[in-house]
């Protein structure tokens, strides 16, 4: 099975900066894509940043210029540095991957997500 562990959400005052990290454990056959998406209360889920198997990454246009999605290969893990946070960058914040397994002698891809991490942005 295939598991996403979050860390790194908390409470910071405007300005501030928080990094979250995602690792993806497992038995993986490869790593399409991984990113984050974002829920604020009374919203819907959105994207915040991802990057592909092949390096290239999307952002929010509400975050461009502040947040950076890094990837680590051999790790299996997405790192989100969150700089010059906003109020409005408070939600809960999920790690999303698109994920090739081998399984009973097949190759299976599959959409995972991890439980959530809580970032509130104080003013």
């Known amino acids: 099975q295939v598991q996403l562990m979050e860390s790194g959400g908390g409470l910071v005052q405007a300005g501030g900066s928080l990094r979250l990290s995602c690792a993806a454990s497992g038995s993986i056959r490869s790593i399409n894509a991984m990113g984050w998406y974002r829920q604020a209360p009374g919203k819907q889920r959105e994207l915040v940043a991802a990057v592909t198997g092949r390096g290239m990454t999307n952002y929010a246009d509400s975050v461009k210029g502040r947040f950076t999605l890094s990837r680590d290969n051999a790790k299996n893990t997405v790192y989100l540095q969150m700089n010059s946070l906003k109020p409005e960058d408070t939600a809960d914040y999920y790690c999303?991957?698109?994920?090739?397994?081998?399984?009973?002698?097949?190759?299976?891809?599959?959409?995972?997500w991890g439980q959530g991490t809580q970032v509130t942005v104080s003013s």
């Open positions: 999303n991957a698109d994920i090739t397994v081998y399984r009973t002698g097949h190759y299976l891809t599959d959409d995972y």
